[in-house]
């Protein structure tokens, strides 16, 4: 972990010393969320979030910090967790089709607040209070500063520190608004 990190930190400094364009923005949207191996049903959540983009020719790097709530929802019973998400991910833009981009990275998940969930007759299971993701989707940006974005993010954490119970990990679809703030080309 810690050499991806690294690798995620020169790339970094790389595309900053080098970069045609930068951007940085706000994002909101709706998430569709559920646990697996918990529930088949989905709950509706909301994100909103900051983000910062790095582009060179057709390759960019982009960062984001969200909040997210994420959850599920079944029988009555609604679970609500609150999360920051701080996804990583490496970008490639389609040239045939302009703002046209899709992406894929990691995610570090960061939950704020969780409902206590309880198995066995009653008893709390101890849960991670951080996971890893990965994320992957498409997304296009508009020269006015328009930016859309579709995604779905994975656990690759279970959820849980308890043994004994099935990988229970967040699924999550995420639709996304956001607008660029301040652009820069070099």
């Known amino acids: ?41 989905w709950g509706c959540f909301g994100n909103v979030g900051l983000f910062g983009e790095w582009k060179k020719d057709c390759w960019a790097l982009e960062a984001d910090v969200l909040y997210s709530m994420q959850g599920v929802d079944f029988d009555g019973y609604r679970q609500k967790d609150h999360y920051l998400l701080i996804p990583l991910k490496g970008k490639y833009y ?21 409902n206590t969930m309880l198995f066995d007759g009653g008893a709390p ?32 954490l279970s959820n849980m520190k308890t043994s004994g119970f099935d990988p229970m990990r967040n699924s999550v679809f995420q639709i996304s608004v956001g607008w660029c703030l301040y652009r820069r080309n070099k």
């Open 125 to 156: 299971a101890e849960s991670r209070n951080c996971m890893l993701s990965a994320t992957f989707g498409l997304g296009y940006r508009f020269q006015f500063g328009l930016d859309l974005a579709a995604n779905y993010n994975i656990g690759l």
């Open 1 to 41: 972990m810690k050499r991806v990190i690294v690798c995620l930190i020169l790339a970094l400094l790389f595309l900053n010393a080098s970069a045609q364009e930068w951007a940085i923005g706000i994002r909101g949207g709706l998430n569709m969320a559920r646990i697996t191996n918990y529930a088949d049903d």
């Open 94 to 114: 389609i040239p045939a089709c302009k703002g046209l981009n899709v992406f894929v990275g990691p995610q570090m998940d960061i939950c704020l607040d969780r």
